[in-house]
C-alpha cells in the first residue's frame, strides 16, 4: 500500500516485528526511505499506531520545531491540517486500505 503525506508517497508495510537499539516498537517512520512500518505482534492498536506514524511523516515534512514553543492552539491547527490534508490526498477509505491490509499481513504471518 501507498499513501501520499504533501505529495510524498510513503510505502506501508506490516512486518511481524520492529527491534532496533535492543527494543521493540510498534511502528515506525522513516523519512528517510519514506515508509511506514507497522509491528504486527506487538502492535497493541493498529489503527492508532499508524495515525501516529503518519503524523510522524506529516510533521517531519511540514518542517515541524519540536524545540519551539508548541501551544495547545498550534497543536490544534497542526492536528487539524494533518487530517485534512490525509484525507484529500488518499482518499475517506484510506484508514479501510490500511485495515485490510493490516488484517491480511497478519492472517500470512499465522499470527
Known amino acids: 500500500m501507498k499513501i501520499k503525506i504533501c505529495a510524498r508517497k510513503f510505502k ?3 512486518v511481524q516485528t520492529i527491534r532496533m537499539d535492543g527494543k521493540n516498537y ?3 517512520c522513516d523519512h ?8 504486527a505482534e506487538s502492535c497493541l492498536d493498529p489503527m492508532a499506531t499508524f495515525i501516529h506514524e503518519l503524523f510522524h511523516g506529516y510533521v517531519n515534512i511540514v518542517g515541524v520545531d519540536w524545540n ?5 492552539e498550534y ?4 492536528a487539524g491540517s494533518f487530517g ?8 475517506s477509505d484510506v484508514y479501510e486500505k490500511f485495515e485490510e ?11
Open 12 to 14: 506501508v508495510k506490516v
Open 26 to 28: 510498534q511502528g515506525i
Open 32 to 39: 528517510k526511505e519514506k515508509e511506514i512500518v507497522i509491528a
Open 68 to 72: 519551539g514553543i508548541l501551544t495547545p
Open 75 to 78: 497543536m490544534a491547527d497542526l
Open 84 to 91: 485534512a490534508q490525509i484525507l484529500f490526498e488518499n482518499g
Open 101 to 111: 491490509l493490516f488484517k491480511a499481513r497478519v492472517k500470512e504471518m499465522e499470527l
